[in-house]
């Protein structure tokens, strides 16, 4: 019984890890072709959103990122430069969450 509980935990977390992945890889495919700079900035933020309890860390980067921005009177011309940041930290997780946590 303990081991089937084991297995069942294991494969749910291999599940876990290759859906974010897999979401962070089609974010980052779909940045030019569906987003603006603003959109793509307001996606990565929902994405983080819904894995900060496994990224804690990043979650609240973006949001700073995202708070500088907002209050930024040169939003416009700081919009590429904020998109390219959350770009930064979405394939960091997708590339994170394909390593193994031996």
């Known amino acids: 019984m303990i081991l089937s509980a084991w297995i069942v935990y294991q494969n749910s977390k291999i599940n876990k890890i290759e859906r974010v992945s897999k979401s962070a890889h089609l974010l980052i495919e779909q940045k030019s072709m569906e987003f603006t700079s603003e959109g793509f900035t307001l996606a990565a933020l929902s ?29 416009n011309s700081n919009s590429v430069s904020t998109a390219s940041e959350m770009e930064g930290l979405i394939k960091g997780i997708g590339i994170l969450s394909t390593v193994d946590d031996k």
């Open 47 to 75: 994405f983080l959103e819904q894995n900060k309890n496994d990224f804690p860390d990043s979650y609240e980067r973006a949001n700073k990122i995202f708070e500088t921005y907002d209050k930024s009177e040169e939003r």
